[in-house]
């Protein structure tokens, strides 16, 4: 069964940095391309970043490219997201997904999510 | 950016009815589009890609269909468990967009 576990959210001020982590099992974790997509509370799915399957190409969303880094040890099926200079625009709860492996850039699994919250 | 608008922002249908959610995308996106829906706490659940393929182990009362702009997702017999808000995603252009959401509820 696949799995995908996010952790490391917390409240944090602004600023400040956190960096979260995603789990994954019951897949080969490093045959597939990952993803951050982040859903502000009451409101709709944004996508932050995608890495690549050996995590050498990365893109990201305007709003955090300069402040997030995404990236993933294959050896442990983690993925990571690392949040700097963190706003109360990124108030959010952060899910990892992940790209099948047939044409498209869409999302076949989804962890359960960790909430950001970045306030003084 | 692609802008993805989903109408209506709410649905309410009674039970066993037939409910159709419409998604427009502000340049074309051939059939590079997924549906996803969510229930309140939990994560999104993919249930079309490719504008009309139905994934794995989604029943065959969700349908999608459309190109190009226009995009309707149908499930011919709403039951209990389909209330819910209902997100399309373009992936066709980066970055990747997602449209605002319908909310299913109960009539």
Known sequence: EVQLVESGGGLVQPGGSLRLSCAASGFT?????????????????????????????????????????????????????????????????????????ISGTFFDYWGQGTLVTVSS | EIVMTQSPATLSVSPG????????????VSSNLAWYQQKPGQAPRLLIYAASTRATGIPARFSGSGSGTEFTLTISSLQSEDFAVYYCQQYNNWPLTFGGGTKVEIK
Not at chain 1, 53 to 64: I, R
Request: proline share 2%; aromatic share 12%.
């Open chain 1, 29 to 101: 974790f490093s045959n597939y391309w990952m993803h951050w997509v982040r859903q502000a509370p009451g409101k709709g799915l944004v996508w932050v970043s995608r890495l690549n399957s050996d995590g050498g190409s990365s893109n990201y969303a305007d709003s955090v490219r300069g402040r997030f880094t995404i990236s993933r040890d294959n050896a442990k099926n983690t993925l990571y997201l690392q949040m700097n200079s963190l706003r109360a625009e990124d108030t959010a709860v952060y899910y990892c997904a992940r790209e099948p492996s």
């Open chain 2, 17 to 28: 009815e037939r409910a159709t959610l419409s998604c427009r995308a502000s340049q074309s």
